[in-house]
Every structure is written in structure tokens, then in C-alpha cells.
């Protein structure tokens, strides 16, 4: 766990390795924002693995402070999960830097990118990258 992450919640999610890597991308995807949205926590994917016939995703989540009426300044998160399928033919380093772009944009300077975990299926032509952006 990192360590600015709050640790109140932790958890793990699992999806079964006979969906494609698109599939529990946008899965997965799916969860941290129904995560957000209907409990105002925000999640950080911390470990992937794949044990037996699953994809093991580990999570530490936060609650997402309440703002104010006056208060317009978004939520900052101190670290993100940025989950992908991306093609074989793909440059990791090219997804990469992307994705710094991208951070950046939406959340400012400050963030670096370290993958948490890839994994592809047997006969997918997608790979599933776990991303997390840190401060």
C-alpha cells in the first residue's frame, strides 16, 4: 500500500480470465466509478495478479472529501489507477507517456507513472496494463 493512500478501505475485486482484456478494462473501469459516484470513495488500484482462473485486482480506497456550496476546487487524488487494454503491436513506453499527458491535463504536474501489472489471455490481442499515478 502506499503510503498516501488512506487505508481505511481496502479491498480486492476479481474477474474470471475467460473475458478478454477489453472486457475487465472496462470493467474494472466501471467499479471505481460506480465506486465514486454512488459511495464517494475513491479507488487505487495497488496490486494485480492473476490466481487460478481469475484476474486479482487489490484496491486501497479513500473517501472523497464533501465540498461546500462555495467550495468549487475538485477533488486532487495523491494517486490514480489508470486501467487499459492496449494492442500487442502497441509501444508500452508510448502508452505511457500518453497517459503522463493525460494526468497531467486533468490533475496538474507532480504525478509519476509506475505499472502495477499486465497480464494478457491466450489467444486475446490485447494486453491489460494497471497504471498508478502517484504524487
Known amino acids: 500500500m502506499h503510503k498516501d493512500i488512506n487505508g481505511e478501505i481496502r479491498g480486492k475485486v476479481s474477474f474470471p480470465t475467460n473475458l478478454t482484456s477489453e472486457e475487465i478494462a472496462h470493467d474494472l473501469n466501471s467499479y471505481i466509478q460506480s465506486a465514486r459516484e454512488e459511495n464517494k470513495l475513491h479507488i487505487a488500484i495497488t496490486s494485480m495478479g492473476t490466481v487460478g482462473k481469475e484476474v486479482v485486482f487489490g484496491f486501497s480506497a479513500e473517501p472523497i472529501p464533501h465540498k ?24 508500452l513506453p508510448a502508452f505511457l507517456q500518453d497517459q503522463s499527458k493525460q494526468v497531467r491535463h486533468h490533475f496538474g504536474q ?10 494478457m489471455n491466450e489467444g486475446d490481442s490485447k494486453i491489460l496494463v494497471c497504471v498508478l499515478a502517484e504524487k
Request: charged share 20%; proline share 3%.
Open 68 to 91: 461546500g456550496f462555495l467550495r468549487k476546487k475538485r477533488f486532487v487524488p495523491q494517486c490514480l489507477s489508470i486501467v487499459s487494454a492496449i494492442n500487442i503491436s502497441d509501444s
Open 110 to 119: 507532480g504525478y509519476k507513472l509506475r505499472i502495477i501489472g499486465q497480464t
